[in-house]
């Protein structure tokens, strides 16, 4: 059984309908508008409801109209309220992202900055029309009216260079965050030793590629490579030595690949590459020149030269494969066939 008043027999809140017609708000008010935005953006985090321009809108309606009454029904109680305001609607339930709620929120903090900066105008305005009024105000009775009326501006005027040094600390706040959330974002899908992609944004890479590829885009090729004795490299010269040749490794198959080609280490001294638009047979080739580059490189270590070498097994998209698991299957059997070869 409903408990609350439904919003529908409700008259439009006040906050609201001065926020649309442009309206300066007063000291209270702007206490009372700080606290609807609070209050909603708690209740749309804990509820996992992405605060969309539409979604944020939507439900400022509904928090505009309680918090003004004074109260604040529980989340149920409101979810409820707005399936009965919203009938043609449901409440989001895609689960909350951080990165998009973050430009919500800055667009929003721009957008009561403008309102701040447009209510500091209007009242600059009214302030100057009072002022003129003043001095011939003085000479009625309604004077104390007047001077008090001016009073109240000045105070709106004050509260409103508040609430815009506010916002403004906010907006630093969020441009911080998105820093943060960018840099984070890319040591989440980069390797820390090598500085390529890591196996898991490689894999999310290749599977829209093969995705993309049966809808009618361009084929692909798919290479393996991995460096022959590493277990011996690390267990003879140690752990250090051998992260040294994973960076020079990576190294060197970068600066032979061409920039829209993916380079990412697929797990301890394997790599993988992905050639958007190549045939098998630019993938061999371009294989066979990535190995030649690695076994040219001169690596010394207390005065010996350490020799290192590839091997390697490429695959096309082309090549009848059902999904991404067959490719990478075939690329690393033939990587391990082409080893056995070199062994032989």
């Not at 008259?11 to 609201?16: F, G, L, R, S, V």
């Not at 996992?48 to 509904?62: A, D, G, Q």
């Not at 002022?131 to 001016?150: D, R, V």
Request: glycine share 4%; proline share 2%.
């Amino acid at each position: 059984m409903i408990k609350y008043k439904p919003i529908k027999h409700m008259k439009e809140c006040k906050i609201h309908l001065k926020l649309r017609r442009g309206l300066p708000l007063e000291d209270r008010e702007v206490k009372l508008l700080g606290n609807i935005i609070r209050e909603e953006l708690k209740f749309l985090l804990r509820n996992n409801i992405l605060p969309t321009p539409k979604n944020y809108e939507r439900w400022f309606f509904v928090f505009c109209h309680y918090l003004e009454e004074g109260r604040l029904p529980s989340d149920a109680e409101l979810i409820e309220v707005y399936h009965e305001l919203y009938k043609d609607e449901k409440v989001s339930e895609v689960k909350f992202d951080l990165e998009t709620t973050l430009e919500v929120v800055a667009r929003l903090v721009e957008d009561f900055h403008k309102l701040i900066k447009e209510q500091g105008e209007f009242v600059k305005v009214k302030e100057a029309e009072l002022s003129s009024l003043e001095t011939e105000a003085l000479k009625t009775e309604l004077a104390p009216i007047l001077m008090e009326l001016l009073m109240h501006i000045k105070d709106i005027k004050a509260q409103n260079q508040a609430f815009l040094r506010k916002i403004e600390e906010q907006q630093k706040t969020i441009k911080e965050l998105k820093t943060k959330l960018e840099k984070a974002e890319t040591e989440a899908n980069l390797d820390y030793l090598t500085n390529t992609f890591n196996r898991r944004s490689f894999e999310r890479a290749l599977k829209e590629a093969f995705e993309e590829y049966r809808k009618g885009a361009s084929p692909f090729a798919l290479i393996f490579l991995d460096i022959d004795g590493f277990k011996f490299i690390n267990d003879t010269y140690g752990h250090s030595v051998g992260d040294i040749i994973l960076k020079r490794v990576a190294y060197a198959l970068r600066q032979n690949l061409r920039a829209r080609d993916i380079l990412a280490r697929w797990g301890g001294d394997e790599f993988a590459v992905l050639m958007p638009g190549a045939d098998k047979g630019t993938a061999v080739k371009v294989a066979e020149r990535l190995r030649e580059a690695v076994e040219a490189m001169e690596i010394k270590y207390e005065g010996k030269s350490l020799s290192i070498s590839l091997s390697y097994g490429a695959v096309h998209v082309q090549e009848g494969f059902n999904s991404v698991e067959e490719m990478v299957k075939e690329a690393d059997r033939l990587m391990y066939e082409y080893k056995k070869k070199k062994k032989g």
